[in-house]
């Protein structure tokens, strides 16, 4: 079983940054994709992006802003997201899968945490 704990959300201003953190369970790194996806009131999960052996994934919505980013020893995925906007606002999740490859749908992945609310406001 694979445990998910997301951390770092928070209310911050246009042009911000935060950095997301995506606890696992010890050597999931080593097997599994690991990925962000984001939720935002009345609209549907989106891919945000992934890291995976073989893979680094990320939407048009976010290059140039945001970096993904795991270490292994502390088995974490980190998102640093900068230039930060609006339309960021939302909470994000991070998912698991079995894989050395990134899929891009939700429904691919086996594992999700609870998520934590990014909210970008002046």
């Known amino acids: 079983q694979v445990q998910l704990v997301e951390s770092g959300g928070a209310a911050v201003q246009p042009g911000g940054s935060l950095r997301l953190s995506c606890a696992t369970s010890e050597h999931t790194l080593d097997y599994y994709a690991i990925a962000w996806f984001r939720q935002a009131p009345g609209r549907k999960r989106e891919g945000v992006s992934c890291?995976?052996?073989?893979?680094?994934y990320y939407a048009d919505s976010v290059k140039g802003r945001f970096t993904i980013s795991r270490d292994n020893a502390k088995n974490t995925v980190y998102l640093q997201m900068n230039i930060l906007k609006d339309e960021d606002t939302a909470v994000y999740l991070c998912?698991?899968?079995?894989?050395?490859?990134?899929?891009?749908?939700?429904?691919?992945?086996?594992?999700w945490g609870q998520g934590t609310q990014v909210t970008v406001s002046s």
């Open positions: 998912a698991a899968e079995f894989t050395v490859r990134c899929p891009r749908r939700p429904v691919e992945y086996d594992y």
């Open positions: 890291i995976s052996k073989s893979e680094v």
